[in-house]
């Protein structure tokens, strides 16, 4: 596999880390990859840290990871302001959310507010994220925003029903955040995180990558698999996160992957 | 028309009441029909009150109703329970939704709770009504219910997108609450309230009434009239609500009601 590919994509829950423990031999891999000329990104779905935060906890595990190499829907919200020149238009956004993309959209410059009151007519986009703070008056405000402001977006990053906050238990994801604007406006979101082929068209634009040559690494089937898959990319399943070897192989699932390992340390 | 009915059915809003003031000629309509042997019912689907609490609301009006007359979305909720003997389980049921949802569960003896930590394996019910005090908490509540509890039911009073709290402009509606909760747990829920066809079967089912003796009268023509039309009832559109006239004859519109009425005032 390794010759066939020259950029690694890596989901990062259950591929990198599990919850906050680094997965064994994955500085080394990481390292053996970069050493053999491989780029490497590093995608995930929560959108409650910028591409800064991620940067931290990627540091407090020993990793060396450059920011512009981090793919959080965070900064996919904001680098699709960016390819739409939202901008241009002078208006700001409304966030449902956390952190993450306050901290991604102050550094596009895009103005945004999280806390308008009245109804502000200047909004031009909505980005609802995963948010422990969600509430009713944060729906009314988005509701009225998309319903009510000619043109306004809605834009989410991503439609993931649960999450991994804890080991403990599986929590409610940003879905419950979409689903609720959703129920509201019935308008149906654009998505930036996975699996929207946006982040994928990014990278391969950007870098001038042929996408047959990109291995999607994750270690869920009806995302991160299909994801690879579908945007025609190599596509490589890791035992280390959700999907058991027994799951993987029944007859009931019908999403296979290019390739499958143990953990990534099984590069090399 | 008048001939041809046995029952009529109200939607509130808009027909009977705007906001807090009597539509005219309410009263002395409701006398002549109750004179002339009709039966009549009110529905809504706004849950945050039970039979009893709009009760008071139609006697603040002046209009002498009966609970048994009225059928609010949180009536049909603890109506649906009775009809698929909910209490015989011996389980509890979990409530997103305001006093209504509970005053109607303590009548038929349901026990419901709204603040249970942790993880209560005993809740075999979710019902999902509008709730202005909406958070995580209760977001992520229910979706553990409801995924981790064998056979756990999701039921939701109704999914309108929009409400009118005040007429001043549109709420977001329980469609946002039951959004919420279909985006993280990616399962359908049973609706009780309209459009749902529970409603005109309890009511056909109890009084032994034949449905096309049955005529819907409504505001909306998406909700109300599609409500009768697809329930084998009559159907009769007032213009007291949100449907203009010129909305209603326009080539756009392909919803048509039986009869077409200024306001139920002009009945007589």
Redesign the interface.
């Given at each position: 596999m390794l010759d066939s590919v020259d950029v690694f994509i890596f989901d990062c829950d259950g591929v990198i880390w599990k919850g906050d423990s680094l997965i064994p031999g994955v500085p080394e891999v990481l390292e053996k990859l970069r050493a053999a000329g491989k780029k490497i990104f590093f995608v995930t779905n929560n959108s409650t840290k910028s591409r800064k935060g991620y940067k931290a906890k990627f540091d407090s595990l020993g990793l060396n990871v450059n920011p512009e190499e981090i793919f959080s829907s965070s900064f996919a919200a904001a680098a699709y302001l960016e390819q739409t020149k939202f901008k241009e238009t002078g208006k700001k956004v409304y966030i449902i959310g956390e952190r993450g993309i306050q901290e991604e959209l102050d550094l596009i410059n895009v103005p945004w507010t999280g806390f308008a009151l009245p109804?502000d007519e200047d909004v031009g986009a909505v980005i609802v994220g995963f948010?422990?703070?969600?509430?009713?008056y944060k729906?009314?405000y988005a509701?009225?925003c998309i319903?009510e402001n000619p043109g306004c977006q809605f834009i989410v990053t991503n439609?993931d029903?649960?999450t991994h906050l804890t080991d403990a238990?599986?929590?409610?994801?940003?879905?419950?955040?979409?689903?609720?604007?959703?129920?509201?406006?019935?308008k149906e979101p654009t998505v930036v995180g996975k699996p929207s082929p946006l982040m994928i068209d990014y990278i391969a634009d950007k870098y001038k990558i042929d996408r047959s040559r990109i291995c999607m690494v994750g270690d869920r089937l009806d995302t991160d698999i299909v994801f690879g898959n579908s945007n025609g990319c190599v596509s490589c399943l890791t035992l280390s996160g959700v999907t058991t070897e027994e799951k993987y192989l029944s007859a009931n699932n019908k999403i296979k992957a290019n390739y499958y390992v143990d953990s990534i340390a099984d590069f090399f």
């Open positions: 109804h948010d422990r703070y969600i509430n009713y729906i009314q509701q009225l319903n439609l029903a649960v238990q599986e929590w409610a994801g940003n879905g419950s955040m979409a689903g609720a604007i959703k129920g509201c406006t019935g």
